[in-house]
């Protein structure tokens, strides 16, 4: 079989499908969303493995709960939030008999979304002596780094020493030339940033944000 292509294009849509008129998150789309970034991360070489790993798990879990017979509570984040915190079946404070809620899960992601949004927006406003490394980096000592211990860091470190160059990377994102690349980041951009603020809203008037 064909490996998928990763398109620019579709994360942008993937991530505009997952908000409702009334500005809920369309758990489906959300997730729909990070498997495309997963393809992504995949063209890029089996050093990235160990993180696609774990979103694709997350990914896993998160799709087990919206198959399974409770998958209706699941169609929004905001849906899923009232009907796992209505039958206790978050830990709250410490990891309990519910390690791998959807909460939790999603939170994982949800911080990760913010690094994706510091880092491209990074990119969209580089210039061609701009490192993705660096980039990566600073966008991950913003966001991600603080949730992770000393040892993930260091992985993921080493990781971004590995990522290929800014040309390559907007070739990848397979959404023609630099600056239309640059115009689909512009409008990609408030979108995403837009599905993370309600996520974050969402989780810290729930005080959510720190889930073990
Ligand atoms: C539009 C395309 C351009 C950019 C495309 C980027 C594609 C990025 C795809 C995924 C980004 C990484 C998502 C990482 C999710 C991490 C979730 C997490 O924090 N997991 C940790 C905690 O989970 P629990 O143990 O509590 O269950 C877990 O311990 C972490 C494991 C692996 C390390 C995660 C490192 C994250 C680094 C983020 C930068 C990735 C750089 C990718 C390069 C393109």
Known sequence: MAAETFRLQKVLETFRSSLSEN???YVKYYIAGWQELVTFMN????????ISKDVVSKIQII??????ENGSHYATIQSMVTYELENDLVDLTKRGSHPESGCRTLLRLHRA?????LFLERLRTSTEDSKTSVMCSDAYNESLAQHH???IRKAVGMAFCALPGRDTFFEVMNAGDHTQVVALLGESLPLIAEV?????????????LELP
């Open 23 to 25: 500005k809920e998150v």
């Open 43 to 50: 063209s890029l070489g089996s050093v990235f493995s160990f």
């Open 63 to 68: 799709e087990n709960f919206l198959s399974g």
């Open 113 to 117: 979304l913010h690094w994706l949004e």
């Open 149 to 151: 211990p000393w040892l």
């Open 196 to 208: 993370y603020q309600i996520t974050e809203d969402l989780y810290a008037n729930n005080n959510l």
